[in-house]
Nanobody, 114 residues
Framework: QVRLQESGGAVVQAGGSLRLSCVGS????????LRWFRQAPGKERELVGG???????NYADSVKGRFTISRDNARNTMYLQMNSLKVEDTGVYYC????????WGQGTQVTVSS
């Protein structure tokens, strides 16, 4: 059974930083492509970015230059380093991967206050 568990969400002031983690189990983590999504209140879920098995990353335009995705295969963990946070970054952040079907974590809440 594939499981993803996010953590690290918090309330932070605008301009601050936060690091989210996503721990995976039940899959061959090192070959998995992983992605971060977020969902703000009243809005659709949107892609934040992703990282493939060789560490190549891509980002949504809204977070480029501020967010960094990385992975530690020895720990079965993907990270999302978020710097220069803005109020509009507020939302529930999810990690996801595809193994026969899409799997999602339960999400972690990030609130950026002005």
């Amino acid at each position: 059974q594939v499981r993803l568990q996010e953590s690290g969400g918090a309330v932070v002031q605008a301009g601050g930083s936060l690091r989210l983690s996503c721990v995976g189990s039940g899959l061959t983590f090192k070959i998995s492509t992983l992605r971060w999504f977020r969902q703000a209140p009243g809005k659709e879920r949107e892609l934040v970015g992703g990282i493939n098995n060789v560490g190549s990353t891509n980002y949504a335009d809204s977070v480029k230059g501020r967010f960094t995705i990385s992975r530690d295969n020895a720990r079965n963990t993907m990270y999302l380093q978020m710097n220069s946070l803005k109020v509009e970054d507020t939302g529930v952040y999810y990690c996801t991967t595809f193994y026969k079907r899409e799997f999602w974590g339960q999400g972690t809440q990030v609130t950026v206050s002005s």
